[in-house]
């Protein structure tokens, strides 16, 4: 027990450390302008690729917590988009049971898809609120298609407890919210893997998988394949999340346009987000979850940002949506000095 509470406080005070660097630099640096004018706020109510109900409602949440005036105090410009229609569960057709309700969740990510290329066309940054992670399938689609078009390719940072990077041979639950990540890298079934009609978005070379610590027996098997890097928590405790993020950014960044950033609420430790579908103890701190977002503002890298998985039926006065709030403010550069 005393080497695990050992851990535990050399892992806060490199993160205190880390935090400490940060604003001293923060002081002494003019922060340069954003690259974008204004930003987009997409919702996805959709729990089809899940296997609970509520996070359907998870953009509701987030709004009711106030986050386009979290964001418009940030003197940023806010444009909510309204939602991307969803086929109610109750009226969908599960299909096969290995990679249920497919059609719906590929007509949704076409959609969403389509407006977050809308957004970048409009010199706007696109945030998606989900939802469950399968809905970034069209978000990165999105971006990745944008930036395309210019003949630039796009980095991408997931944070998450989860791999999300089963298909369907590989699946324990036919859930396709356990798939976005291996069909943004271009594995699993066409219908998700070539929206846009193009695969991948992501290369493996300019993908960090951040905050991991559940992974199934094919995940981790098409992850040595390709070669992912994934830092697990693990490797946090060992390192800092400050160090940890720092190599995720210069993965993504090198060679690319920016950093499109997926986050799933779930990397935090459920102690500070209970309102997900799939905790799993062990993640990241309160302040670790401001400093992995406010690290990548510091970049101006950031080309867009998913927030999911918010489930305001298993959370507690809706703190996770008011959690999601903060960090998406961290991400787009609020600072405390």
Known sequence: MSILRGIEEQRLRDTHNELFREITARRQTQ?????????????????LGANRRGVDMGPSALRIAGLQSAIEALGITV??????????LELAQEGDPKQR????????????????????????????LGGDHSIVIGSIAGTAAYFRGNGQAIGL???DAHGDMNTAETTPSGNIHGMPLAATLGFGNPALTHVFDFAPKVTAEHCALVG???????????????GLRVFPMSEVDVRGMGAVIDEA????????????????????????????????????TYRESHLVLEKIAT?????????????????????TAELGVELICSALGKVIL
């Open 101 to 128: 309700y497919l059609h719906e969740i590929t007509r949704a990510a076409r959609g969403l898809a389509k407006e977050v290329k809308y957004a970048h066309e409009q010199n706007a940054l696109p945030v998606t």
């Open 79 to 88: 444009e909510d988009r309204g939602n991307i229609p969803i086929e109610l």
């Open 31 to 47: 922060q340069l302008p954003s690259r974008y004018h204004a930003v987009h706020l997409i919702g996805v109510p959709m729990d």
């Open 157 to 159: 940072v997931w944070l």
């Open 212 to 226: 991991t610590r559940d992974l199934d027996a094919g995940e981790k098997d098409l992850i040595r394949r390709i």
């Open 249 to 284: 950014i210069e993965i993504a960044s090198g060679g690319t346009a920016g950093v499109h950033v997926s986050m799933d609420i779930d990397f935090v430790d459920p102690s500070e987000a209970a309102g997900v579908g799939t905790p799993a103890r062990g993640g990241a």
């Open 299 to 319: 970049t101006k890298q950031l080309l867009a940002m998913d927030l999911v998985e918010v489930n305001p039926v298993l959370d507690l006065r809706n703190r």
